[in-house]
């Protein structure tokens, strides 16, 4: 093949990656299918799973200007992934610390306040509880109203994101409500399926949220086992449907708090 034959059989071969009736075509295929791109998530790849990784730098690749053949390529890798988790393989087999918030008195203050009020609020609470999560290679699963769903590779980060979320909220204010979060977290080995968490563990960090009260952390045995000697911490009386019986709940304090 001479030069000039192959340059344009690499142009030609550029135009069909990038045609947009392809591209497109590829995209809606795979996202009725398998799902958008959120299925790259932080928790995978922070444990460095070769499919995980592969996935997640497709994604960055492709970047504003989606090819057909990346549209391809992320399409096998994701379907490769949600035949691992049908079958258990890396999914459910390992440690995960759920969290869950929500706001205390929100729903009835949002009543009164309206919405352009509760709007800012949530937004502002989102950027004060959201970064320490992410800071500690959490994933923040899904945002629940006036709450949120996270999970963590370990019950420690958990722990340390709850309270700092709580020290960034101190200072929010909006129409004469202070916004305090109740915090639930469990560590279990839930099952993922694409972006999401199911399962008793997930039920049971909650039913731990249900039951904390105003700026309390509450935490599953499982949980506090999992931090550090000599963490301070209050046996709870607990019992919620959706959680195991012998489950039992600790309200865990900061280090300023101790003593």
Do not use: C
């Not at 045609?19 to 590829?26: D, E, F, Q, R």
């Not at 008195?105 to 937004?123: K, T």
């Not at 006036?146 to 019950?155: P, T, V």
Request: glycine share 10%; aromatic share 6%; net charge positive.
């Amino acid at each position: 093949m001479s030069e000039t034959s192959g340059k344009r059989f690499a142009a030609a071969a550029r135009r069909f990656n990038r045609n947009p009736k392809l591209v497109g075509w590829a995209r809606r295929a795979r996202e009725r299918t398998l799902g958008d791109d959120d299925f790259v998530d932080h928790l995978s790849t922070a444990r460095g799973r070769p499919s995980d990784l592969a996935a997640q730098q497709l994604v960055s690749l492709r970047g504003d200007r989606p090819g057909f053949a990346g549209e391809i390529g992320l399409t096998a890798l994701q379907a490769w992934q949600r035949l691992a988790e049908s079958q258990d393989r890396g999914r459910g087999k390992v440690d995960v610390a759920i969290l869950f918030t929500d706001l205390v008195g929100f729903s009835s203050w949002a009543l009164r306040a309206g919405d352009a009020a509760a709007v800012q609020l949530l937004r502002e609470v989102a950027a004060a509880i959201e970064p320490p999560v992410l800071e500690r290679q959490g994933e923040v699963v899904k945002r629940l109203g006036d709450g949120l769903m996270a999970a963590f590779w370990d019950a420690p980060s958990a722990v340390e994101a709850a309270f700092e979320a709580n020290e960034r909220l101190a200072p929010i204010e909006v129409s004469g409500y202070r916004p305090r979060l109740r915090t639930g977290i469990h560590l279990g080995r839930p099952r993922k399926l694409g972006g999401d968490y199911f399962g008793v563990d997930v039920n049971s960090a909650a039913r731990l949220a249900d039951a904390a009260k105003p700026g309390e952390i509450l935490v599953s045995d499982s949980a506090l086992e999992a931090l550090p000697a000599g963490a301070a911490a209050k046996k709870r009386r607990f019992s919620a449907k959706g959680a195991p019986r012998e489950m039992t709940a600790f309200s865990v304090q900061a280090p300023t708090q101790r003593g």
